[in-house]
């Protein structure tokens, strides 16, 4: 079974570009969440999509936008990237709508550091 | 606004003993309590969770014992180990949101030899 994985493992970019995550999800799983945490803070929602459609949204502006693919494969893009956005994105997946009967399963994350 | 809170920030426990952190939370919606365990450099791996209808749920070594009138929980791991150290974070969820988690701010532990 393999589990999350994310690409790449780190960026670094500079202020007022974009930038374009990547999360493949665990082998039956077709929903993903994106988390964003902050260095020593726990993880932040940031949105969720199931069956390509995003259904819950975090307190996150516009400029942070996703995508889910058919094979469940998910992108998170973030627009004019400010200081404040460097930290540690994660991908989770799991199976069926929310976490209610399948636990999330958290990749190892992309560390984003803007300067 | 934090919608779980954790404390402590920090525990440092001997080889052998009991770690205890604890969770406070205010939303009554909440029906969902995952505990998660993360290392340096990974992401967050989970470690037990619970529903409100039970009071205790135990796996090995981990614990979650939960008050929901004082809408509070909290992880007991037992015999701690030095492989322990790593930081921990409670969380919850509604149906509503979807599940999304509200994560507390963590507790590194620090289990010494």
């Known amino acids: 079974e393999t589990g999350v994985t994310q690409s790449p493992t780190h960026l670094i970019k500079t202020r007022g570009q974009q930038v374009t995550l990547r999360c493949s999800s665990q082998?039956?799983?077709?929903?993903v969440s994106w988390y964003q945490q902050a260095l020593g803070q726990g993880p932040q929602f940031i949105f969720q999509?199931?069956?390509?459609?995003?259904?819950g949204r975090g307190n996150f502006p516009p400029r942070f936008s996703g995508l889910q693919f058919p094979n469940y494969s998910s992108e998170l893009n973030v627009n004019a990237l400010e200081l404040d956005d460097s930290a540690l994105y994660l991908c989770?997946?799991?199976?069926?709508?929310?976490?209610?009967?399948?636990?999330?399963?958290f990749g190892n994350g992309t560390r984003l550091t803007v300067t | 606004q934090q919608q779980v809170k954790q404390s402590p920030q920090s525990l440092i426990v001997q080889k052998g003993g009991i770690s205890i952190i604890n969770c406070a939370y205010e939303?009554?919606?909440?029906?969902?309590f995952p505990w998660y365990q993360q290392f340096p450099g990974k992401g967050p791996a989970l470690l037990i969770a619970?529903?409100?209808?039970?009071s205790e749920k135990k796996e090995g070594r981990f614990t979650i014992s939960f008050n929901k009138s004082a809408k509070q929980f909290s992880l007991h791991i037992m015999d701690s180990q030095p492989g322990d150290s790593a930081t921990y974070f409670c969380?919850?969820?509604?149906?509503?949101?979807?599940?999304?988690?509200?994560f507390g701010k963590g507790t590194s532990l620090l289990v010494t030899p």
């Open positions: 999509y199931y069956r390509e459609e995003e259904n």
């Open positions: 939303n009554t919606a909440f029906d969902y």
């Open positions: 969380a919850a969820s509604t149906p509503n949101s979807g599940y999304a988690l509200n």
């Open positions: 082998s039956g799983h077709n929903t």
């Open positions: 619970i529903r409100p209808d039970v």
């Open positions: 989770a997946s799991s199976a069926g709508q929310g976490v209610g009967n399948s636990p999330l399963h």
